[in-house]
Structures are given as structure tokens and as C-alpha cells.
């Protein structure tokens, strides 16, 4: 019989390592890059949930314990 499990395996593994059929990264994304994607998503949740009120008060906030 021949042995499948251990190509099955290998082939899971890789999948595992690429989701969506792309490759997997080299390493760590720059920050900047990592900002570009989650800015409009963020956009997006601010005018959806209507938390633009939250996100001042947030923001004020911290500017005050840093001390500006």
C-alpha cells in the first residue's frame, strides 16, 4: 500500500503557511505598511459604530497623561 499520509501531511503543512494562496512572508512588515492596511479599516468601523466621539475622548485622554 502506498504511503499517502506523509505527502498529505506535507501538503497541510503548507497550506497552513500560505493562507489565500499567497506566499508566506519573507518577515516582519514594515510599520508603515502595516498602518496602510488598517487605517481604512479602522475608517470604516469609526463611521459604521459612529465611535468618532470614543476616538476624540481617547485621544484627549492620552494627551493628557503625556502631558500636552
Known sequence: MADTATRTTIRAERRAHAPFGSRPSAGPRHPLVATAMVLPLAALL????????????????VGVMLGR
Request: aromatic letters at 12%.
Open 46 to 61: 469609526v463611521v459604521v459604530f459612529g465611535g468618532w466621539d470614543a476616538v476624540v475622548t481617547q485621544a484627549s485622554s
